[in-house]
């Protein structure tokens, strides 16, 4: 199996109430707006006024939920998940939503994030005999809930909430209740819409678009939502000490036509693109981006440098996450199968190419070559980030500082290592120049180091904490 160097999506959530039409149609739609987030796993669980039902399983939304498994979704209260997997391995027990027997009711729930707190918290949980199947945060979230020594659902969500730490966004039901919350950084998105009077939650306003629903506002940081036979109602559990906006989210995990605390996440992106022209100019034939998550900002830069944007990549979409190798003599396979030069664009070419990001820098060695045996006559490697040299622990799947490229060489040795003519990064001062957000508002702990909880570490928050053997 080859790995498709980019930065994985962590997760996507959504939940619906519905005034009485079926939730799971909404779900199921929501899901398909969110794939991009969580490739691994999908699930969606419904509650009928008697009793709570789930489907969920490995593979995408299309693979998991056929008509036949959506009829067995009846109610008008759901909540679905996809998911890459940042904490516990790639497998059907840690597949979401999780369901967890409570005094309230069976509580259903769906995360998006990684907790940085949850081995400490499991053992504690194992102390006072919770059994734990899966090696999952977001069963630890579940436990802690279930076993609140509170006596309403409302309180054991807030006592939940003062204990997690890191980053999360929820929702979660029990019964026909409806419940949204996040953490007090507000790191993950997660957005509140309606559907005429129904209320909906979604990691990304592209999702409402999708099912016909207006977007209203964000849950903001610290704050729980519950959703239930009374109305909707708001309750700030956690003070919000320090805002910490995921910068990825807007430099490439959000989709395009998403809107990020009132910002077009295209026009972010495009943006990115006209000053990474400004800072790192370069003379060349043609503009192309590496697709889909560098079209924004190739747009920007082309405009500023007066160069055309050509389409000189094709992206295979019908390529998942890994795949099988037929051949380990095929060189670059990995990078042939999901992207193919467009010849007549590229020959003869001096190319500027724009991606968000190097990760490993594998990838784009390897796209550098496939544009250079299609003839390009230069490529020069325009990133529209700031290089990421250190690992993320609240939901991006780098939590192994040594994978990344940025964190051992220089730039100029970067260069050298993917094989490009030249190579420019955005710098800090122009990612913020284009995001319009005071950088004391966003977590940028992957470009600068400084983390905005307690400072995590890979066996506390790494994938596999959960994993190892404790003891």
Same mark, same amino acid.
């Given at each position: 199996?080859?790995?498709?160097?980019?930065?994985?999506? %962590?997760?996507?959530?959504?939940?619906?109430?519905?005034?009485?039409?079926?939730?799971?149609?909404?779900?199921?739609?929501?899901?398909?707006? *969110?794939?991009?987030?969580?490739?691994?796993?999908?699930?969606?669980?419904?509650?009928?006024?008697?009793?709570?039902?789930?489907?969920?399983?490995?593979?995408?939304?299309?693979?998991?939920?056929?008509? $036949?498994?959506?009829?067995?979704?009846?109610?008008?209260?759901?909540?679905?998940?996809?998911?890459?997997?940042?904490?516990?391995?790639?497998?059907?027990?840690?597949?979401?939503?999780?369901? %967890?027997?409570?005094?309230?009711?069976?509580?259903?729930?769906?995360?998006?994030?990684? *907790?940085?707190?949850?081995?400490?918290?499991?053992?504690?949980?194992?102390?006072?005999?919770?059994?734990?199947?899966?090696?999952?945060?977001?069963?630890?979230?579940?436990?802690?809930?279930?076993?609140?020594?509170?006596?309403?659902? %409302?309180?054991?969500?807030?006592?939940?909430?003062?204990?997690?730490?890191?980053?999360?966004?929820?929702?979660?039901?029990?019964?026909?209740?409806?419940?949204?919350?996040?953490?007090?950084?507000?790191?993950?998105?997660? %957005?509140?819409?309606?559907?005429?009077? $129904?209320?909906?939650?979604?990691?990304?306003?592209?999702?409402?678009?999708?099912?016909?629903?207006?977007?209203?506002?964000?849950?903001?940081?610290?704050?729980?939502?519950?959703?239930?036979?009374?109305?909707?109602?708001?309750?700030?559990?956690?003070?919000?000490?320090?805002?910490?906006?995921?910068?990825?989210?807007?430099?490439?995990?959000?989709?395009?036509?998403?809107?990020?605390?009132?910002?077009?996440?295209?026009?972010?992106?495009?943006?990115?693109?006209?000053?990474?022209?400004?800072?790192?100019?370069?003379?060349?034939?043609?503009?192309?981006?590496?697709?889909?998550?560098?079209?924004?900002?190739?747009?920007?830069?082309?405009?500023?440098?007066?160069?055309?944007?050509?389409?000189?990549?094709?992206?295979?979409?019908?390529?998942?996450?890994?795949?099988?190798?037929?051949?380990?003599?095929?060189?670059?396979?990995?990078?042939?199968?999901?992207?193919?030069?467009?010849?007549?664009?590229?020959?003869?070419?001096?190319?500027?190419?724009?991606?968000?990001?190097?990760?490993?820098? @594998? @990838?784009?060695?390897?796209?550098?070559? *496939?544009?250079?045996?299609?003839?390009?006559?230069?490529?020069?490697?325009?990133?529209?980030?700031?290089?990421?040299?250190?690992?993320?622990?609240?939901?991006? $799947?780098?939590?192994?500082?040594?994978?990344?490229?940025?964190?051992?060489?220089?730039?100029?040795?970067?260069?050298?290592?993917?094989?490009? $003519?030249?190579?420019?990064?955005?710098?800090?001062?122009?990612?913020?120049?284009?995001?319009?957000?005071?950088?004391?508002? *966003?977590?940028?702990?992957?470009?600068?180091?400084?983390?905005?909880?307690?400072?995590?570490?890979?066996?506390?928050?790494?994938?596999?904490?959960?994993?190892?053997?404790?003891?």
């Amino acid at each position: 199996m080859i790995p498709w160097d980019k930065l994985h999506e %962590e997760c996507g959530v959504f939940g619906i109430r519905t005034g009485g039409a079926t939730a799971a149609t909404y779900v199921h739609l929501g899901l398909y707006a *969110l794939q991009h987030r969580g490739q691994e796993s999908a699930g969606i669980a419904t509650h009928d006024g008697a009793r709570t039902h789930v489907v969920k399983d490995m593979g995408l939304v299309a693979q998991v939920f056929s008509r $036949d498994r959506l009829a067995t979704l009846p109610g008008c209260v759901g909540i679905g998940h996809v998911r890459y997997s940042t904490m516990g391995g790639a497998r059907l027990a840690n597949a979401q939503p999780f369901l %967890e027997a409570t005094p309230w009711g069976t509580l259903a729930l769906a995360h998006n994030g990684n *907790l940085v707190n949850a081995p400490l918290l499991r053992a504690e949980l194992e102390e006072r005999g919770s059994r734990f199947s899966a090696t999952s945060d977001t069963e630890v979230i579940t436990k802690l809930i279930a076993t609140a020594p509170v006596a309403t659902l %409302e309180e054991a969500v807030a006592h939940c909430m003062g204990r997690i730490r890191g980053a999360y966004t929820v929702v979660a039901m029990v019964g026909e209740t409806l419940i949204a919350f996040r953490d007090p950084n507000g790191i993950r998105p997660l %957005e509140m819409g309606r559907l005429g009077h $129904d209320v909906v939650f979604a990691s990304e306003t592209c999702a409402f678009d999708h099912i016909g629903a207006e977007a209203v506002r964000e849950v903001g940081p610290g704050e729980l939502l519950i959703a239930d036979t009374r109305g909707l109602r708001s309750i700030q559990v956690l003070p919000v000490t320090r805002r910490a906006s995921c910068v990825f989210e807007y430099i490439y995990f959000a989709r395009p036509d998403t809107v990020l605390e009132a910002r077009s996440v295209h026009h972010v992106r495009r943006r990115m693109g006209r000053v990474l022209a400004c800072e790192h100019p370069a003379s060349a034939d043609i503009v192309i981006a590496v697709p889909d998550s560098g079209t924004s900002a190739a747009m920007g830069y082309a405009e500023v440098a007066g160069i055309p944007h050509e389409v000189g990549l094709i992206k295979n979409r019908y390529i998942g996450r890994t795949f099988i190798q037929p051949d380990p003599s095929m060189r670059d396979f990995g990078v042939r199968v999901k992207l193919n030069p467009v010849a007549d664009v590229i020959a003869g070419r001096r190319i500027v190419l724009v991606d968000d990001s190097i990760v490993r820098g @594998t @990838t784009s060695r390897q796209i550098v070559r *496939l544009l250079r045996r299609a003839g390009a006559r230069e490529v020069h490697v325009r990133i529209s980030s700031p290089p990421i040299r250190n690992a993320c622990f609240y939901g991006i $799947d780098t939590s192994n500082r040594g994978e990344l490229v940025a964190a051992r060489l220089k730039v100029d040795e970067i260069r050298a290592e993917i094989e490009a $003519d030249t190579l420019g990064y955005l710098s800090m001062g122009g990612l913020v120049e284009a995001l319009r957000l005071s950088p004391g508002n *966003l977590c940028l702990a992957c470009l600068g180091g400084a983390y905005p909880t307690e400072t995590p570490t890979e066996a506390t928050a790494g994938r596999f904490a959960l994993e190892a053997p404790r003891v």
